[in-house]
């Protein structure tokens, strides 16, 4: 079946420092992808998306681009800052119309440190 | 702007007792979910609704029951509390079914303990 594999956290960095975040798929088909960010005590929240390959979703600093060719959507931001810290979770929607479903990775919590 | 509320934050059961998670979400969104979160794991999908009136199993849905009388609102039910349904649960809306197009609001969770 689909599954959504994110490398193992938590991930710790100093502020400035490049973060990556693996993210890789497995999927029939052409999935859309999402990066979502959950924040300390609050649900999460989309962060980016792609809906097709070699698409890049981007903001807020962070990027991701779709490759199909190695099925993964790694995140990446080149200057983090401690309000970064979060757990993020990569995500993959297949289907259309009302037979799709989301599907989530385990989250990979970030910390970034002054 | 309150987008999706669930109440309450927390909740301490007891094994056996019931309660009723609640959700409501002012966006006139059509879908709406319940997720769990366990630790080290992704969120799975317990119940989902496409509509007032119109409720459908997820991957997990054993040990709950969920209504949708209203577009509003889309409360989760326990009956028998066990400890295994120890987790954090997220309630989410979206005007179409977590589309591409269509993202997933989420609300601030209710972290539940059963012991």
């Known amino acids: 079946g689909n599954s959504v594999t994110q490398m193992e956290g938590p991930v710790t960095l100093s502020e400035e420092a490049f973060l990556t975040i693996n993210c890789t798929y497995t999927?029939?088909?052409?999935?859309?992808l999402f990066w979502y960010v959950q924040y300390p005590g609050e649900g999460l929240q989309l962060l980016l998306k792609?809906?097709?390959?070699?698409d890049k979703g981007s903001n807020k600093g962070f990027e991701a681009t779709y490759r199909k060719e190695t099925t993964s959507f790694h995140l990446e931001k080149g200057s983090v800052q401690v309000s970064d810290s979060a757990v993020y979770f990569c995500?993959?929607?297949?289907?259309?119309?009302?037979?799709?479903?989301?599907?989530f990775g385990q989250g990979t919590t970030l910390q970034v440190k002054p | 702007n309150a987008g999706v509320t669930q109440t309450p934050k927390f909740r301490i059961l007891k094994i056996g007792q019931s309660m009723t998670l609640q959700c409501t979400q002012d966006?006139?969104?059509?879908?709406m979910y319940w997720y769990r979160q366990d630790p080290g794991m992704g969120l799975k999908l317990i119940y989902y609704?496409?509509?007032?009136?119109?409720?459908d199993k997820g991957e997990v849905p054993n040990g709950y029951n969920v209504s949708r009388s209203t577009t509003e609102d889309f409360p989760l039910r326990l009956e028998l509390a066990a400890p295994s349904q120890t987790s954090v649960y997220f309630c989410?809306?979206?005007?179409?079914?977590?589309?591409?197009?269509?993202?997933?609001?989420f609300g601030n969770g209710t972290r539940l303990t059963v012991t």
């Open positions: 999927a029939t088909g052409y999935p859309s």
């Open positions: 609704s496409v509509g007032a009136g119109i409720t």
């Open positions: 792609a809906t097709k390959a070699d």
């Open positions: 966006m006139n969104h059509n879908y």
């Open positions: 995500a993959l929607y297949e289907g259309s119309g009302n037979t799709g479903k989301l599907i």
């Open positions: 989410a809306s979206s005007y179409n079914r977590g589309s591409r197009n269509s993202p997933l609001h």
